[in-house]
Structures are given as structure tokens and as C-alpha cells.
């Protein structure tokens, strides 16, 4: 897929913070979420700033006649809205939809990527040791560049989501950072 993509053009990539917080290990995740929100919305910003693509790759939960407008209202109308408001997609944000665990699997997401020509992607949102591992796998065997900012990443299992960020760094060149340390160079036109 990304074979001949440039290296140097990113994406932020934003896994399943979309959320209404409504399902099983919910109140597991949110205490790992909390302190996610106000550094993914730094680290949007700035992303937005450097004309920096920002993917949204949310799952459907399963409702298949909604669109993303419907996944964020849902999410903003529950008493976790809070999570959701610092993060939500803007004007030039894209969505993609998901029904399983990787960014990639079954999704247009490759599709975009490579018409994008970007060749490094920045991982984030949840779960650590579920949905941003197995995205990470599927980014790196199309050959992608791949970044996760550890403190950008929420968890439900902290010791899992410390061993698939080992994993990702070791098994798949992921390079694992901190959000302030992810730097997005500007594009060229």
C-alpha cells in the first residue's frame, strides 16, 4: 500500500474516542481516558495547525444505518461528554467507520492514506493493548511509518498496554514517544 508514500507526510490517526462510554470495561477505561483528553487536544492542535491530516477511525457499535454525525451526538449527549467535547472532529476532519478492532481491517483507511501520500502515521485514542496494537500491526506490514505517543493512548489493562507499546516498538519499528516529543513537519506543497 504505502510502498513509494513519503515518509515525512503524517496523519493523526484517532482511534475510537468517539465513545459513549456505555459498554463492558467502560468503567475500567475512562480513569486511564482522563487524562488522555487534554493531551490528544494539544496534540490536535497542532496537528491542525501544520495542515496535518486528522483521521478519526471510530467503531460503529454495531449500528450500521448511523454515520459519524450520529456517533458524536450520541457520544456528546451522555454524561461523559466531557471525554468527547475537548476532541471532536472539526470541518476538515475525516472520519472513517470500523467494526473491528484494527483502523484497517475492511475500512478505506489504506485507500485515503495512499491517496494522501502519507507514509508515517501517529496512532492514538484507545485501546492501548486492543484496537491501537493490532492497528499498529496492519500499518507497519503496509509498510507505514508508525508513531505512538504513550501518553496519548488510554488503556484498560495498564501492564497489557505496556507490553504492546514494547511490542510495537520491538516487533514492528513503531516508535513510541510522548505527545510533545511527535513532531509534525510542515508539508510542502
Known sequence: ??????PTRSALIV????????????????????????VLTELLGRAREADVPVIYVNDNFGLWRSHHGELLDAALS???????EP???????????KARHSVFFETPLSYLLWSLDVGHVVLTGQVTEQCVLYSALDAHIRHLEVTVPRDAVASIHPHLASAALEMME???????????????PPREA
Open 1 to 6: 500500500m504505502a510502498r513509494g508514500a513519503d
Open 15 to 38: 482511534i475510537d474516542m468517539i465513545n459513549t462510554y456505555d459498554h463492558e470495561d467502560a468503567e475500567l477505561l475512562m480513569p486511564s481516558v482522563e487524562p488522555v483528553v487534554p
Open 78 to 84: 451522555q454524561p461523559n461528554a466531557h471525554l468527547i
Open 87 to 97: 476532541i471532536r472532529p472539526d470541518d476538515r476532519s475525516l472520519f472513517v467507520m
Open 170 to 184: 520491538r516487533n514492528m519499528g513503531a516508535r513510541i514517544t510522548t505527545a510533545k516529543e511527535t513532531e509534525f
